[in-house]
């Protein structure tokens, strides 16, 4: 508790003693007055000064005026009744300031659980200055410098480690709890942990430009892009409070004057009663913090389990998600090609590999990479020459002298080259060499272990149509979607394809239905962008998919999407159980205390009550362990 | 050009009225705050002095809030 709260806490204390205390005494006349005056103003000193201010600043609905005027209005109502009952005037002031410190306490704990749970936020940096270390501010580090990480400090900026080897724990930023091992040589993220060995390592971004301070940025700024929920209560809480405000004027003068020209008794006393019942329920409090800490706890929940959501708006649309197109390589798939099989070799399997290895060596394709690593072998790059790219189908050179032909079937059909094709599923790269076919080499994307799982589960959890697009042949990417029970498959797309596809199935999409696009942020952001809600995986260290997308996974583990999924939609039920919780509650009072069945003390306790478990509702979206 | 402030509110509803106060201060563009993180991210006009125009909001929310403060 902050000074103001313990102020107000004892203030609390002192007027509530006081008022049972009082409740019991005998005093009378202007001694009581003068006595419960006493308590009134301890407990509501400030309200009445803020309702005079506001006065003076046109603020008319602000709700410390209603409060001023409902309770001074009982005070008021208990003179001219000669009743003597100032109970209820206090009571009504203690409770509000009972329910605003609950309220202000309850926000600024869980903001504080909330924050501490994304307190991934490196203090400081090691720099070794003359044998000695030395703390400086992550900020005033150099690209290139050399920081020193000891176990149990945070990687305060990525860098690349040139010295030592040591486990890391990543939980902060992926949820992933498995420590992942790193050695010389190997990129290290901010935010993660140092656990066992010392590292020595070179920075490669400054602090600013480093992951940590991204997803620190990212999650910061979340809670301002504001849901359609959260537009809808402010614009309700604008018409709200003057709506009720306006009805309670209705309610003390209408009934009354008509009772008036009937000729009956106008009954002043009980409707102006009435009246001020309704201006204690105008309060739209319960509603305005609930739903705003709701997302908040959402995502920051998200968060803690590797899901960073940049806005609320996101997580509002992510619950509606009825559609999920995957992009297959480094989604469903690991994204590393590996060499499964050689097929009609025509020359020993080792030759055959060495000259694809050799002319694929300027590559840098997936494709070529997995060859190089299958060879094996260090690769001498003076034994090849005239390396020439055909885009798309494959490459042609001369390697030890020998017109090396490593692509396709267009490649082999351009070069009149008579192929054999292949049955199996995968990229087949056929090989000539001077001519002559030799054989050709099946290479496969590996599926990740959850991929199937992670479909089966997106079904469960309400999505109606998994759908993956590939740039692959359709071979593979019919028998991908097979194993995967895919509802649809779109194959052979270059990437503006994508986007078009998308659109397609944008159209087809329901009403209220939301469609999402999960890739791995390399060359699909314009997709990611074209989609209600973009997802992009294993985005760690990559600032191009944590710019494009939506909603950004930071490990590759296809089961989050299903994990992201169900947080929102907890989140959006228990935005929705409040709002209709707090406005169902609040007409309730409003018609029972038009009827005369509801009092003030039922009309606070209402208020109040509903405020707190609607806040307690609301932390209820941070725990998501479990989903 | 946008820019950050950190705000002190205590109440939600006053969050709300202080984003309408500093969203119609002339010089700005758009205004949202952030209750949860009490924060008002404010984006400015074309060439208007900043501090000026935050003096304005600042003034703005203190007359829909008088117990909120804006830190410039």
Redesign the interface.
């Known amino acids: 508790m902050n000074k103001k709260q313990k102020v107000m806490l004892i203030r609390i204390l002192i007027s509530a003693f006081f008022m049972i205390v009082l409740s019991f005494s005998s005093v009378s006349g202007l001694p009581r007055f003068i006595l419960y005056m006493a308590v009134y103003l301890v407990i509501g000193y400030d309200i009445l000064l ?1 309702a005079i ?2 006065i003076i ?3 008319v609905f ?2 410390c005026f209603l409060m001023a005027v409902a309770t001074v209005g009982a005070i008021v109502l208990a003179i001219y009744s000669k009743s003597g009952d100032y109970t209820e005037a206090i009571a009504v002031m203690l409770f509000y300031q009972i329910g ?1 410190l609950f ?2 306490y309850a ?1 600024g704990k869980s ?1 504080k659980n ?1 924050t501490q749970l994304m307190d991934i936020r490196p203090d400081y940096a090691n720099i070794e200055k003359n044998g000695k270390l030395e703390k400086v501010a992550p900020d005033d580090v150099e690209i290139g410098s050399v920081i020193i990480i000891q176990p149990g400090e945070k990687v305060p900026i990525d860098s690349v480690v040139v010295e030592g080897s040591s486990s890391l724990d990543t939980s902060a930023l992926t949820g992933e709890s498995l420590p992942r091992e790193v050695h010389q040589g190997d990129e290290i993220v901010s935010g993660s942990v140092n656990m066992t060995g010392v590292l020595k390592a070179r920075t490669e971004k400054e602090f600013g430009e480093s992951t940590v301070s991204k997803i620190l940025d990212m999650v ?2 979340a ?2 892009r ?1 849901s359609r929920s959260e537009d809808f209560i ?1 614009k309700f ?2 018409i709200y409070t003057p709506a009720v405000c306006i009805a309670a004027l209705a309610l003390a003068t209408i009934p009354a004057i008509l009772n008036l020209l009937l000729g009956q008794d106008p009954m002043w006393g009980t409707w102006m009663y009435r009246a001020l019942t309704f201006l204690v329920i105008s ?3 319960a509603l ?2 609930s739903i ?2 709701s997302f ?1 706890a959402g995502i920051g929940g998200a968060s803690n389990a590797g899901v960073l959501v940049k806005g609320s708006n996101y997580l509002e649309t992510l619950s509606k998600t009825k559609t999920v197109v995957f992009d297959k390589t480094g989604t469903l798939t690991q994204g590393v090609f590996e060499v499964v099989a050689i097929h009609h070799k025509a020359i020993d399997e080792e030759k055959i590999i060495e000259y694809a290895a050799y002319a694929e060596s300027a590559s840098s394709h997936p494709i070529a990479k997995s060859i190089e690593r299958y060879y094996g072998k260090e690769l001498d790059r003076s034994r090849v020459s005239d390396i020439e790219e055909k885009s798309g189908n494959g490459v042609v050179a001369k390697v030890d002298g020998h017109f090396v032909a490593v692509g396709n079937d267009k490649l082999m059909n351009t070069l009149g080259i008579e192929y054999i094709p292949c049955r199996s599923v995968g990229t087949i790269i056929h090989v000539a060499v001077d001519g002559a076919y030799v054989g050709h080499i099946v290479i496969s994307d590996v599926l990740k272990a959850d991929s199937k799982d992670a479909v089966r589960r997106l079904k469960e959890i309400g999505v109606k149509k998994v759908v993956m697009l590939t740039g692959d042949s359709k071979k593979v990417a019919n028998d991908v979607a097979a194993t995967l029970k895919m509802d649809e498959v779109f194959s052979e797309l270059l990437p503006g394809d994508k986007v078009e596809r998308v659109e397609k199935l944008l159209l087809m999409e329901g009403k209220n239905d939301k469609l999402a696009f999960v890739g791995d942020g390399i060359n699909d952001a314009p997709v990611l962008s074209r989609a209600d809600i973009g997802i992009a995986m294993g985005a760690m260290g990559s600032d191009a998919a944590i710019e494009a997308a939506d909603i950004v996974l930071m490990d590759d583990d296809p089961m989050k999407i299903a994990k992201a999924i169900r947080i929102s939609k907890k989140c959006l039920s228990i935005v929705y159980q409040n709002i209709v919780f707090a406005i169902g509650v609040k007409l309730i009072c409003l018609i029972l205390g038009a009827l005369g069945m509801a009092s003030m003390w039922l009309a606070i306790f209402a208020d109040v009550g509903v405020m707190v478990i609607a806040v307690l509702n609301a932390i209820r979206a941070l725990f998501v362990k479990n989903l | 050009m946008k820019k950050s402030y950190r705000i002190e509110v205590d109440c939600a509803n006053c969050a709300n009225k202080m984003e309408a106060a500093a969203r119609h201060t002339s010089g700005v563009k758009d205004a949202s705050v952030n209750f949860m993180m009490q924060k008002m991210t404010v984006e400015f006009d074309e060439g208007v002095d900043r501090n000026h125009v935050m003096e304005e909001v600042r003034a703005n929310c203190k007359k829909v809030e008088s117990d909120a403060e804006v830190f410039i």
Do not use: M
């Open positions: 803020k201010r506001g600043n046109g603020q602000d709700e605003e309220q202000s926000v903001r909330i910061e700024n809670s301002s504001k402010s809480a604008r309060c739209p409090c305005v913090i705003p800490l908040f």
